[in-house]
């Protein structure tokens, strides 16, 4: 399974960006996808993630309301939607997929199996 990540970039205060997460897995629909962010001199956090069951998806409440998770089969690409950033959204973006995890480990890194690269994002104040 491969992941790539992509879309980061540098925007400012209430901007919006969108991050691709494009999965080279025959099992797209079902993995579980999530997305962590890791800031500098900071463990690696929660963003949220897409359930392949049912495709239900969950969000820190640190983005809650402004950021959303999208999967496109036709693609096999998961999206991350974020919509009035702060500056406090800068860290590196990763998304990750597991075909196994269970509900209650969704927001626990270690429980995703694969993993991309990361892609920066920046937001100025």
């Known amino acids: 399974v491969q992941l790539q990540a992509s879309g980061g970039g540098l925007v400012q205060a209430g901007g919006s960006l969108r991050l691709s997460c494009a999965a080279a897995?025959?099992?797209?629909?079902?993995?579980?996808f999530g997305w962590f962010r890791q800031a500098p001199g900071k463990d690696r956090e929660f963003v949220g993630a897409f359930l392949w069951s049912g495709g239900t998806t969950y969000y820190a409440d640190s983005v809650k309301g402004r950021f959303t998770i999208t999967r496109d089969v036709a693609k096999n690409t998961v999206y991350l939607q974020m919509n009035n950033l702060r500056p406090e959204d800068t860290g590196v973006y990763y998304c990750?997929?597991?075909?196994?995890?269970?509900?209650?480990?969704?927001?626990?890194?270690?429980?995703?199996?694969?993993w991309g690269r990361g892609t920066q994002v920046t937001v100025s104040s």
């Open positions: 990750a997929s597991d075909p196994s995890i269970i509900l209650s480990r969704i927001r626990m890194s270690r429980a995703y199996e694969y």
């Open positions: 897995v025959r099992t797209f629909t079902k993995h579980t």
